[in-house]
């Protein structure tokens, strides 16, 4: 496996006083806020890489993407996004060879993580559509299967191009 999904379950934020506050209209677009992280890999070979992304990996994948999707009683959304990938230190010592595959290869794992990171974006659009009103929780419970279903479809990505050989 290359990548793990980590989809966090939504969090309803309401009023102690089981009531919601008045304010404005809902904005009728989530908030959406977006992190990458990375972290460092040593390697001048396939093997070496590989074995590195594993070892310094999130939970020994290549990538992750998190997910977060909140809501207010007013129907108020935010999906907070975190993706985590590797960052090859010592590239430059590298074969050019190797630096091309490396390049498909990261280019594949992004296009992988974005679409996980699309499925909490549309859970959050999904319940403004709804003014929150049809079992939330439902709603991102299934956009978090949908991201398990994508992982095992591509192989977490490997049938898509996030491989190195």
């Given at each position: 496996?290359?990548?793990?999904?980590?989809?966090?379950?939504?969090?309803?934020?309401?009023?102690?006083?089981?009531?919601?506050?008045?304010?404005?209209?809902?904005?009728?677009?989530?908030?959406?806020?977006?992190?990458?992280?990375?972290?460092?890999?040593?390697?001048?070979?396939?093997?070496?890489?590989?074995?590195?992304?594993?070892?310094?990996?999130?939970?020994?994948?290549?990538?992750?993407?998190?997910?977060?999707?909140?809501?207010?009683?007013?129907?108020?959304v935010r999906v907070r996004i975190k993706y985590t990938y590797p960052s090859w230190r010592n590239r430059n010592r590298a074969s050019?060879?190797?630096?091309?595959?490396?390049?498909?290869?990261?280019?594949?794992?992004?296009?992988?993580?974005?679409?996980?990171?699309?499925?909490?974006?549309?859970?959050?659009?999904?319940?403004?559509?709804?003014?929150?009103?049809?079992?939330?929780?439902?709603?991102?419970?299934?956009?978090?299967?949908?991201?398990?279903?994508?992982?095992?479809?591509?192989?977490?990505?490997?049938?898509?191009?996030?491989?190195?050989?």
């Amino acid at each position: 496996m290359v990548c793990l999904v980590l989809t966090a379950s939504a969090i309803s934020l309401g009023s102690p006083f089981g009531f919601s506050p008045v304010s404005a209209k809902p904005s009728s677009q989530p908030s959406i806020s977006i992190t990458n992280r990375y972290y460092s890999v040593f390697g001048l070979s396939a093997g070496e890489l590989e074995a590195a992304m594993r070892r310094n990996g999130p939970m020994g994948f290549w990538a992750s993407t998190s997910w977060l999707v909140t809501w207010t009683p007013d129907c108020r959304v935010r999906v907070r996004i975190k993706y985590t990938y590797p960052s090859w230190r010592n590239r430059n010592r590298a074969s050019p060879a190797l630096r091309r595959r490396w390049k498909r290869m990261m280019a594949a794992l992004v296009r992988h993580e974005r679409q996980h990171g699309r499925h909490g974006i549309k859970a959050a659009r999904q319940l403004l559509a709804t003014r929150c009103r049809r079992n939330p929780r439902g709603i991102v419970q299934r956009w978090a299967e949908q991201d398990r279903i994508f992982d095992r479809r591509t192989n977490h990505g490997v049938r898509r191009g996030v491989t190195l050989r």
